[in-house]
C-alpha cells in the first residue's frame, strides 16, 4: 500500500436486514496516527481527538452533496479543554486538542481515560453545513464525556434517531497508533423491535471496536464479524484525508481583527489550530493590511 493510501481513511455503509437498520463503519488508524503526530497529541489525546474525527466522517458520510461539512465541538470540563473535528463529505477532515500534552493514569479497566480528559460536564456542539443560507447547528449536554455515547445521545434528542456508537483507538508506547475505527448503527422508522434488540445484542457481544479493526482485512471485515449471519447490502463507500484549509488570506483576514497594540511587534505569527502551520507577518506587511503607510 503505498504510504499515501496508508493514512487515509475508509468508510463503508450498508442497509442491514430487509433495511430496518443502517451501518456505517471507518477505519481510520493511519489517519489517526498522523494527527497525533501533526499534533503531538498525549495518548489520551489522541484517543480523544481520533474518536471524535472518526465520528465526524461517520456523520457527514450521511449528508448530501459533496461540499456538505459536519464540524463536532466538545467543551467539556476535563483538562483537554476544547475538542473540534471537522469532516467534508468530499473526503477532507482535521482537528484538533486545545490541550494535547495533557496526560492522565489509565482507567480502572485499563483504557486511556478519556472521559475523564473530556469531563462529564459540558456540551456537544454539531454544526451541519449542507449548502443551506446557515449552517445547522444543534447543542446537547454531554451524558459521560466518552464522545461515543455522546454522540448517540446527540441523535437521540436532537434527531429522533435511535443510534448506537462505537469508536475505539488503540496505541501501545513507542509504538503510537496500532488501530482506529469506529461503527454507527441507526435504527430506520418502523424498524422490527425483534430485529433492533438482537442488534443491541450483538453491538454489546464486539464491544471493542479498536480490537476487531486491529484483526480485520478490511473496514467490512468489522460488519462483518459484528452482524455475522443478516443479510447485508452495501452501498457507497468513502474514504477521507488529513486536509487544512487554512490560507495566507485567512490569517491576513484573523489580523485584521486584532489590537492595534499588536503592531509594535517585529513580526506577528498566526497559528493554524488544525495543522500548526504559522504564518508569519512582519511589521511592514501588517502596515499595509490595516491600510497605514
Same mark, same amino acid.
Given at each position: 500500500?503505498?504510504?499515501?493510501?496508508?493514512?487515509?481513511?475508509?468508510?463503508?455503509?450498508?442497509?442491514?436486514?430487509?433495511?430496518?437498520?443502517?451501518?456505517?463503519?471507518?477505519?481510520?488508524?493511519?489517519?489517526?496516527?498522523?494527527?497525533r503526530?501533526?499534533?503531538?497529541?498525549?495518548?489520551?489525546?489522541?484517543?480523544?481527538?481520533?474518536?471524535?474525527?472518526?465520528?465526524?466522517?461517520?456523520?457527514?458520510?450521511?449528508?448530501? %452533496?459533496?461540499?456538505?461539512?459536519?464540524? +463536532?465541538?466538545?467543551?467539556? &470540563?476535563?483538562? $483537554?479543554? @476544547?475538542? =473540534?473535528?471537522d469532516?467534508?463529505?468530499?473526503?477532507?477532515?482535521?482537528?484538533?486538542?486545545?490541550?494535547?500534552?495533557?496526560?492522565?493514569?489509565?482507567?480502572?479497566?485499563?483504557?486511556?481515560?478519556?472521559?475523564? %480528559?473530556?469531563?462529564?460536564?459540558?456540551? +456537544?456542539?454539531?454544526?451541519? &453545513?449542507?449548502? $443551506?443560507? @446557515?449552517? =445547522?447547528?444543534?447543542?446537547?449536554?454531554?451524558?459521560?464525556?466518552?464522545?461515543?455515547?455522546?454522540?448517540?445521545?446527540?441523535?437521540?434528542?436532537?434527531?429522533?434517531?435511535?443510534?448506537?456508537?462505537?469508536?475505539?483507538?488503540?496505541?501501545r508506547?513507542?509504538?503510537?497508533?496500532?488501530?482506529?475505527?469506529?461503527?454507527?448503527?441507526?435504527?430506520?422508522?418502523?424498524?422490527?423491535?425483534?430485529?433492533?434488540?438482537?442488534?443491541?445484542e450483538?453491538?454489546?457481544?464486539?464491544?471493542?471496536?479498536?480490537?476487531?479493526?486491529?484483526?480485520?482485512?478490511?473496514?467490512?471485515?468489522?460488519?462483518?464479524?459484528?452482524?455475522?449471519?443478516?443479510?447485508?447490502?452495501?452501498?457507497?463507500?468513502?474514504?477521507?484525508?488529513?486536509?487544512?484549509?487554512?490560507s495566507?488570506?485567512?490569517?491576513?483576514?484573523?489580523?485584521?481583527?486584532?489590537s492595534?497594540g499588536?503592531?509594535?511587534?517585529?513580526?506577528?505569527?498566526?497559528?493554524?489550530?488544525?495543522?500548526?502551520?504559522?504564518?508569519?507577518?512582519?511589521?511592514?506587511?501588517?502596515?499595509?493590511?490595516?491600510?497605514?503607510?
Amino acid at each position: 500500500m503505498p504510504e499515501s493510501d496508508a493514512k487515509k481513511a475508509v468508510l463503508h455503509k450498508c442497509l442491514l436486514g430487509k433495511g430496518d437498520a443502517r451501518a456505517i463503519v471507518v477505519e481510520a488508524t493511519g489517519l489517526v496516527e498522523l494527527l497525533r503526530q501533526i499534533h503531538n497529541l498525549s495518548f489520551v489525546a489522541t484517543a480523544a481527538l481520533g474518536r471524535l474525527v472518526m465520528a465526524s466522517m461517520m456523520m457527514a458520510a450521511q449528508e448530501k %452533496g459533496g461540499r456538505a461539512r459536519v464540524t +463536532l465541538k466538545i467543551e467539556g &470540563d476535563g483538562p $483537554l479543554g @476544547e475538542i =473540534v473535528a471537522d469532516a467534508e463529505r468530499a473526503g477532507s477532515v482535521r482537528g484538533y486538542v486545545s490541550k494535547p500534552w495533557v496526560e492522565l493514569p489509565l482507567s480502572e479497566e485499563g483504557k486511556w481515560d478519556v472521559s475523564a %480528559g473530556v469531563g462529564k460536564k459540558g456540551y +456537544l456542539t454539531v454544526i451541519k &453545513d449542507v449548502g $443551506l443560507k @446557515e449552517p =445547522v447547528v444543534s447543542r446537547v449536554p454531554l451524558i459521560s464525556g466518552e464522545i461515543a455515547e455522546d454522540i448517540a445521545y446527540y441523535y437521540v434528542k436532537s434527531e429522533q434517531m435511535p443510534t448506537a456508537v462505537m469508536l475505539g483507538v488503540l496505541q501501545r508506547p513507542s509504538l503510537g497508533v496500532i488501530s482506529a475505527g469506529g461503527v454507527m448503527v441507526q435504527l430506520m422508522p418502523g424498524a422490527d423491535e425483534a430485529f433492533a434488540e438482537m442488534l443491541e445484542e450483538l453491538l454489546k457481544k464486539h464491544g471493542s471496536v479498536s480490537r476487531l479493526a486491529e484483526s480485520s482485512q478490511s473496514p467490512r471485515d468489522i460488519l462483518e464479524t459484528i452482524f455475522d449471519g443478516i443479510d447485508k447490502k452495501w452501498l457507497d463507500s468513502l474514504t477521507f484525508e488529513f486536509g487544512c484549509r487554512c490560507s495566507r488570506k485567512l490569517a491576513e483576514a484573523l489580523l485584521l481583527s486584532t489590537s492595534e497594540g499588536e503592531e509594535a511587534n517585529d513580526v506577528i505569527e498566526v497559528r493554524c489550530h488544525f495543522c500548526n502551520r504559522v504564518y508569519s507577518f512582519s511589521r511592514d506587511e501588517i502596515k499595509k493590511l490595516k491600510g497605514g503607510e
